[in-house]
């Protein structure tokens, strides 16, 4: 059993839909994972976001992502002139229902005068529905086994909406359901991306979600491997959006990828990797415009690659500086900081310490603003905003100090306002002002890559 997930880009019409098709034809046993359509997730948090103030424009975003489906099977089903028209009509159908419940949702947003993460969950997850149930029927007209399975059926998770934590447990007793489809020979096609709480909520397993959905079904079922087919040929040196020199990475380890995606590297849900590494699961990056490009591997396997692997960044970070209003026990200064930012689910990027203060690099997020009010209680609180960080992953063990060196003559004149090195997990961080993360990471990709 092999696991595919085909991410936005790969679901934005007709043509790529075919691609995804001739590359599914490929696999013996497959098991299909599919974000939405391309920005379609985007537009409904939008549609949400609207509906607070703007009904009308709220309503205008629905009409769209309702058209855009539409045209998106009309078109693809025109490639079938045998087609049978009740699938046009089974899509059609779904697609309406899909957009009337969305449409019922915006005016309760409006009605109730308030945006509730449980609401944004159940906005989001449309959709997915409406790509994977589309997208199973489309492909049995092209001659696909393919079956819809509804996420909420199978991916369970706990109520912590807008990053929900998966239930492996309940996972597990579920995944008899898919064993039924896979024994009578059928291809299943689930959405990515949300799953339903044990209140029978839906729930989201936050940005980038269907990529850790596929690892999760990877690991349930003891895939031979989890495939991630993208929009690249694999996991670049660095963004290839902002470094066009950057290049694909053959090998990566599981770590190493966590560690990309954790620090910035979009093409991956850092909790990917979690579910894969702990059975042993391989994971593939590949690209459905080059098919045939090797992409990159994740597995245990280390592998060389110079003095650094790749680089990721962020530009979306905020500085905590807490300073203790007593000198003693500096370990319990510390638990009482990080147990404010446990409990306000804020991981942390970078820390430095020094005998009475603690300075986080967080990534923004609307929590921050009650998790200072609550740090105030230990001590003085400074934030600076508009923070970025850069971060080297795969530092060769001999690279150490002449590394860190090159790295901070790289930053173009900026200072940096806390860096972070792992000569054993070979790991560099570098935070400093959000201005300067583009230009410095362009030269220090020239300077290593
Ligand atoms: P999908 O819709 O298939 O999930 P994403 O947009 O989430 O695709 O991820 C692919 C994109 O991730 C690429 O187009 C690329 O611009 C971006 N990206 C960021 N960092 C990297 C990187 N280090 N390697 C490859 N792609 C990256
Ligand atoms: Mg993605």
Redesign the pocket.
């Known amino acids: 059993m092999n696991i595919l997930?085909?991410?936005?880009?790969?679901?934005g019409d007709d043509q790529t839909w075919q691609r995804v098709i001739n590359i599914i034809d490929g696999y013996a046993h497959p098991f299909v994972i599919v974000?939405a359509t391309?920005r379609t997730t985007r537009q409904l948090m939008a549609a949400a976001e609207y509906s607070l103030n703007d009904l009308e424009s709220a309503r205008d975003i629905a009409a769209d992502i309702k058209q855009r489906h539409l045209t998106l099977v009309n078109n693809f089903l025109n490639n079938y002139p045998n087609a049978e028209t009740a699938v046009a009509k089974e899509c059609k159908l779904w697609i309406n229902d899909r957009i009337d419940e969305l449409n019922q949702q915006l005016t309760k947003i409006n009605e109730a005068q308030e945006l509730s993460l449980k609401t944004k969950d159940s906005v989001a997850s449309i959709g997915e529905r409406l790509s994977s149930y589309l997208f199973a029927h489309c492909g049995a007209v092209a001659g696909l086994p393919t079956t819809w399975v509804d996420a909420e059926q199978i991916i369970r998770t706990d109520s912590d909406f807008g990053q929900a934590s998966p239930n492996i447990d309940l996972i597990n007793q579920q995944k008899h359901l898919l064993i039924k489809e896979i024994e009578n020979g059928r291809i299943p096609v689930m959405g990515g991306y949300y799953g339903q709480d044990q209140n029978g909520n839906t729930t989201t397993l936050g940005f980038?979600g269907?990529?850790y959905t596929a690892s999760l079904i990877g690991a349930t079922l003891a895939a031979e491997s989890i495939e991630?087919?993208?929009?690249?040929s694999?996991?670049?040196?660095?963004?290839?959006?902002?470094i066009e020199d950057?290049r694909?990475?053959p090998q990566l380890s599981f770590r190493e990828a966590t560690e990309?995606a954790y620090f910035?590297?979009?093409?991956?849900h850092p909790a990917t990797t979690k579910p894969a590494s702990q059975q042993q699961i391989p994971i593939h990056?590949k690209n459905i415009f080059d098919p045939d490009a090797p992409g990159?591997r994740i597995s245990h396997k280390p592998a060389e690659n110079g003095r650094v692997k790749?680089?990721?960044f962020k530009e979306n970070c905020t500085i905590i500086t807490v300073s203790s209003s007593q000198t003693v026990m500096g370990y319990e200064f510390l638990a009482s900081v990080f147990d404010i930012l446990r409990w306000h689910h804020l991981p942390v990027d970078v820390v430095t310490t020094t005998e009475a203060s603690v300075s986080i690099a967080i990534e923004n997020s609307d929590r921050i603003e009650q998790a200072v009010e609550k740090l105030k209680s230990y001590g003085t609180v400074e934030t600076y905003r508009e923070q970025g960080i850069i971060s080297l992953v795969g530092c060769s063990k001999n690279a150490g100090e002449s590394l860190v060196k090159d790295v901070l003559s790289h930053i173009n004149g900026t200072s940096p306002a806390l860096i972070s090195f792992s000569q054993s997990k070979g790991n560099l961080n570098v935070v400093m002002d959000k201005d300067y993360i583009i230009p410095s990471v362009k030269s220090i990709h020239q300077h290593f890559f």
Do not use: H, N, Q
């Open positions: 997930k085909f991410g936005g880009t790969s679901m974000s391309a980038e269907s990529d991630i087919w993208t929009d690249v694999g996991i670049f040196t660095c963004d290839p959006r902002v950057a694909p990475i990309l910035g590297a979009k093409v991956l990056v990159t790749a680089m990721s």
